[in-house]
């Protein structure tokens, strides 16, 4: 995968029985970090910002989804994983997603809930939560719920017990957005948030 908002792999193999993944070094933070120390200096990202930040993570996700093997036919490269701690934003303003470390070419496979938890459970789409196949439109439910957290400092469904997490995906409607929201943007949220692939955004 080469593209500007994705992270490079550099190498990857086993040392001594261990398996490694040399990546691209980005200089930067994570969205994780920079939303910690945003809201303990109650500064709040502008729209405008989280609005770019998230146009980039999609660019990077419609290319993958769209990547075509030799035979020209679309991989189904779906990452899985998207979640603030895996989009870094370097110190001049890039924005690459990165760990692809769990993404797999789709090839008709099943999910199970074991194969589920690879990804981190506030960031599930309902269909990872319930070890059902999944799509991009897995991805596009992730990336919506990465949105919802940078416009209001938490993510809609977080629960202390990880069972009570999973259920809140595929059974609890998020809470609304707050009025300072634009509308048209709360829109776009709550489509990629549909419980239901076939409601949601076909691709990122």
Do not use: C
Not at 20 to 31: K, S
Not at 107 to 134: C, N, T, W
């Amino acid at each position: 995968l080469r593209h500007a908002g994705i992270a490079q792999i550099l190498d990857m193999g086993e040392e001594g029985g261990v398996t490694f993944l040399a990546m691209e070094h980005v200089d930067g933070r994570d969205l994780r970090d920079l939303l910690r120390l945003a809201w303990a200096l109650d500064v709040r990202p502008s729209t405008e910002v989280t609005v770019g930040v998230l146009v980039r993570v999609l660019e990077a996700l419609d290319y993958a989804h769209a990547k075509k093997g030799d035979d020209g036919r679309a991989l189904g490269i779906i990452h899985r994983d998207v979640t603030p701690s895996n989009v870094m934003v370097s110190r001049s303003g890039e924005v690459k997603l990165v760990d692809f470390g769990i993404a797999r070419a789709r090839g008709g496979l099943h999910q199970s809930i074991s194969g589920a938890l690879q990804g981190k459970f506030v960031y599930m789409s309902p269909e990872q939560a319930d070890g059902r196949s999944v799509d991009a439109r897995s991805d596009v439910f992730s990336a919506g719920l990465v949105l919802y957290e940078l416009l209001t400092g938490r993510p809609p469904f977080r629960h202390v017990a990880a069972i009570d997490t999973l259920q809140a995906h595929l059974g609890e409607a998020p809470p609304p957005l707050p009025s300072s929201v634009p509308q048209p943007l709360a829109l776009v949220v709550m489509k990629a948030l549909a419980k239901a692939p076939g409601d949601r955004y076909a691709s990122a």
